[in-house]
């Protein structure tokens, strides 16, 4: 009798902890690898999926989204970083954006060169979260920006 409850109480832990990942960081959508977090902004709540096809990787911080072209090793900087803002912190850096000569508008957000030479994007979701996606490689900053769908929760 112990060893059937015994092995009864093992099948529905294995079956609680499987349940627990279900729909967890990474999932595979019809070929294409991807992984979600949650970023709270004060009020709001920002899902950031990620495109990881390709081999890429991505690590999930408190407030951050950073993005590498390949395995996480220790010695590797990440190819993009993506910040929620303050809605001020975002209004300050819309004026940088702004006074950018090359910046380019584009559905909902804008690219322009930030401080420290980098490729940058700023966005806002519905006027309720916003966010900012910074990366060194500003040649291919649009592709850097398409890896990730950004949904307000």
Known sequence: MKKTFCMLLTV????????????????????????????????????????????WSVEFARGAVYLYDGEITEDKESTAMLITLDKDVYEEDMAEAMADQNHKDVDGGVYYTGSGNEGSYLTSLNDSAYVL?????????????????????
Not at 34 to 45: F, N
């Open 12 to 55: 529905i832990l294995a079956l609680a902890l499987a349940g627990c990942g279900a729909g967890s960081a990474d999932k595979t959508d019809g070929g294409k690898q991807t992984a979600s977090a949650y970023l709270d902004q004060d009020e709001s709540c920002v899902e950031v999926t990620v495109d990881l096809t390709g081999g």
């Open 133 to 153: 996606i910074t990366a060194p490689d500003q040649a291919n900053m649009e592709d850097i920006v398409a890896r990730f769908t950004l949904t307000l929760d």
